[in-house]
């Protein structure tokens, strides 16, 4: 039986090697958990912007009355707990179910509390990288290391679309 062996410094030479290749314009995708390798709490770990979990915590946190309650609810009704699919269904109640009440909102009620949700979201997504070194920046300083005919411009441009 053939085992598979994962080597870290072979994947970076290889992607260092792909880099060099100034053939090609080339992209790297960087994904939406990133952020929480940046610490911005100094001796206790604060992430620049929280996972999932930490997200959904917040957004329950903020949320007040009939709200929170509904929110409590639907969260109990998922097996898996998190805002992606509380928002989810959320917004699929306000399509759905008119002047009916469900865990005491009706269609309108959720419209206000997915924009409510939205609204906290993006309070806590919208931040600035730190001045400070932090992972961007060291990948950033190692991109741009490599000599290559086509240079790029790395910018943290992307913003949660709620």
């Not at 409590?72 to 009916?100: H, T, Y």
């Not at 001045?131 to 913003?159: M, T």
Request: with cysteine; proline share 4%; aromatic share 6%.
């Amino acid at each position: 039986m053939t085992s598979t062996v994962h080597n870290p410094d072979q994947y970076m030479y290889d992607f260092q090697h792909i880099l060099t290749h100034s053939k090609k314009k080339i992209g790297i995708l960087i994904g939406a958990g990133a952020p929480v390798s940046i610490n911005v709490g100094g001796d206790t770990w604060e992430p620049l912007i929280p996972d999932i979990a930490g997200l959904t915590e917040i957004v329950k946190d903020k949320l007040e009355g009939s709200e929170k309650a509904a929110f409590l609810e639907i969260e109990k009704s998922l097996e898996s707990k998190n805002i992606e699919l509380v928002l989810s269904r959320v917004r699929s109640l306000a399509e759905v179910i008119g002047i009916a009440n469900v865990y005491g909102l009706n269609a309108n009620g959720y419209e206000s509390l997915s924009a409510n949700i939205c609204r906290i979201i993006k309070d806590v997504v919208d931040k600035s990288l730190p001045k400070s070194e932090n992972p961007y920046s060291h990948l950033i300083s190692w991109i741009n290391g490599i000599r290559r005919d086509y240079a790029g411009v790395f910018q943290d441009s992307c913003r949660l679309n709620c």
